[in-house]
């Protein structure tokens, strides 16, 4: 039966699960609705043989665990699921280690600045002036996004205030990483070290933007990361129940086919078994490549909208290979959490060579019994290895006769440089392993080309630029999008927070909207 609601949600991924929650908090009739038969999207977990492995999630910040300062933190207290859900607090932040530069480096690093700066001292005597001054640009860099965000309206005083209170992010706002490395004359060793997280934005430090990247490496590094003792699935589980005991309506195994767009207006979807729901708004999780040239006509559309979607490129291809080892972690010597290896410490080779598929670039691996010791039945234990390519070639010559082939081919290389690089053996106690290539995350999360990272977030489509144009030209009116393409680009928190501020910024149109009846 057809029914009205306030608001639809589309996709029940991690910033669609936050924006229906808030929406239905603030006593909206809301529905979420996801072709899927369970929530989270990449925030998720599934079994092979008895082994869960978590999907995608390394480690999770803005939940302060070290500083009580976490923007996560406070959406997850404001829609009511922080009681849900239990935080595992990591020690470690990363063990970053280079294969093929004339001087490989091997630094194991602890989360929190003091440890953090202690052991950087350890490694490069000398480091800590610098390491002190980075983290001093960090902070400022952090308040002044807190600033910008708290923002209620913009004139000639605001821009008084942070000109007089936050130069320095006015000063780097336009910068890459490299360009504010160079301009300190931060030595070599501690550029490796403040740079090893990059691959998690997917973009080499000639072209990440300094404010985009510091932030990210101040809530990590300075407040804390986090993994949640249930997976990322258990987030996702404990937000649907939190919106369905808020009165929100979910449906699953239901796909969207269409957009209904009447006089610039979204109001309403139609199903895939042919349903029309009628909605006042529409929030989307689904991204705005998939809504634009999948599910809204053409012709509705301002020219606009699609000028703004042909300016972005989708950023990097995820791979990843999951292992369910026979022995535990301990057996084995694998000693910390987090892994990156890469194919050297200079980011732009790395991020050239992350075009093919000849050798390994580059990898994020996880330990996972590191940060929660009983993730996998006693004797054993998990590591997942994820890779980024970037480019349209990497996978291009790939057919359905040699697929199986060549995505095998290629976790054999990942495999082998892990264990290069760590003199622990794998192979020996493989008792379970699953691949995921992009073709996997194209079909399972309808991922343009198979991109784990959303729109690209170098030159022009950096963050900053992002957050000084979302309010833009002519767009699709009561449509908003949440997620990992929208302002605040990919990542779980980042995510999670698109979906509540997708949602108050739809709450805030609706009351303007009664208030002018």
């Avoid at 294969?99 to 490069?124: Q, R, S, T, V, W």
């Avoid at 992002?466 to 995510?495: D, H, W």
């Amino acid at each position: 039966m057809d029914k009205k609601f306030d608001a639809i949600v589309i996709g029940a991924g991690n910033g669609g699960l936050t924006a229906a929650t808030r929406m239905a908090l603030a006593g909206k009739k809301t529905l979420l609705v996801e072709k899927h038969n369970l929530p989270g999207g990449f925030a998720t977990s599934f079994v092979r043989g008895r082994f869960e492995f978590e999907a995608s999630l390394h480690e999770l910040c803005g939940i302060g665990p070290i500083t009580g300062r976490g923007a996560l933190k406070d959406s997850f207290d404001l829609l009511g699921v922080s009681d849900k859900i239990e935080w595992v607090s990591l020690d470690e932040a990363f063990r970053v280690i280079t294969l093929n530069d004339e001087e490989n480096i091997d630094y194991a690093m602890p989360i929190g600045k003091e440890k953090f700066i202690a052991k950087a001292e350890e490694y490069c005597p000398g480091a800590r002036e610098s390491c002190e001054l980075l983290f001093s640009f960090a902070q400022q860099i952090s308040d002044g996004v807190d600033f910008i965000s708290a923002l209620k309206s913009f004139g000639f005083d605001t821009i008084k205030d942070v000109y007089n209170e936050h130069m320095n992010f006015i000063n780097v706002a336009g910068y890459t990483v490299n360009q504010v490395f160079e301009a300190l004359d931060i030595p070599k060793p501690v550029r490796d070290i403040f740079g090893a997280y990059w691959c998690y934005l997917g973009v080499n430090l000639d072209e990440l933007n300094f404010v985009h990247y510091f932030t990210m490496l101040q809530s990590y590094l300075v407040d804390g990361a986090v993994i949640p003792k249930n997976r990322s699935h258990g987030i996702s589980c404990a937000l649907l129940e939190r919106f369905e005991e808020l009165g929100g309506e979910a449906w699953f195994n239901s796909m969207v086919k269409k957009i209904i767009v009447k006089d610039g207006k979204a109001c309403g979807v139609v199903l895939d078994d042919g349903t029309t729901v009628e909605a006042d708004y529409i929030i989307s999780d689904v991204s705005p490549y998939n809504v634009l040239t999948k599910l809204i006509d053409k012709k509705d559309i301002p020219d606009f909208q699609i000028q703004d979607l042909n300016a972005k490129k989708l950023a990097v291809k995820g791979y990843a290979v999951f292992l369910g080892l026979n022995r535990s972690m301990e057996e084995l010597g694998l000693k910390n959490h987090t892994y990156f290896i890469y194919d050297s410490a200079d980011t732009v080779k790395v991020a050239e060579g992350s075009k093919k598929r000849d050798k390994c670039a580059l990898q994020a691996s996880v330990c996972l019994n590191a940060g929660i010791p009983d993730c996998s039945p006693e004797g054993t234990s998990i590591l997942y290895m994820t890779s980024v390519f970037t480019g349209e070639e990497a996978w291009g010559d790939v057919t359905p006769s040699n697929y199986v082939k060549e995505k095998r081919r290629y976790a054999e290389i990942m495999i082998d440089d892990f264990e290069k690089a760590t003199g622990v053996n794998l192979r020996d106690h493989i008792e379970e392993i699953e691949i995921a290539a992009p073709m996997t995350y194209a079909r399972y999360t309808d991922a343009p080309n198979g991109t784990i990272y959303g729109f690209d977030a170098s030159g022009t489509n950096t963050i900053v630029h992002r957050l000084m144009t979302m309010g833009m030209g002519e767009k699709v009116q009561n449509l908003a999008f949440c997620g990992g393409y929208t302002q605040q680009c990919i990542g779980f928190s980042p995510s999670y927070q698109t979906g509540v501020m997708a949602a108050e910024q739809t709450l805030k149109k609706m009351d303007k909207e009664a208030a002018e009846k």
